[in-house]
């Protein structure tokens, strides 16, 4: 497996978790809330921006795998998409 292979898969891993942690939590996530039940937080200079899982919630966002309401992140209903 090459090294642009091994990203995909990562990628597609770190999405999958991401869902998975928003299907367990009906009522929606913040991104730091994301972060924080998954330990990808983002360190810049000692500080937290946490924009590991916020780069990928833009991407879940895109596919339709993920809604937002204000700042809580939801897994997408199935049910709504033909």
Known sequence: MD???????GLALLKEA????????????????IADKLDIHSDYLGKNYDYLPWSVLGLLL??????RRGQRYFAADDSSKS
């Not at 991401?18 to 809330?33: K, S, T, Y």
């Not at 895109?62 to 809604?67: D, G, M, R, Y």
Request: net charge negative.
């Open 62 to 67: 895109n596919e339709e795998k993920v809604q």
């Open 18 to 33: 991401i869902v998975e942690c928003l299907e367990a939590h009906p009522d929606g996530l913040r991104n730091v809330d």
């Open 3 to 9: 090294s642009k292979e091994k990203a995909q898969k």
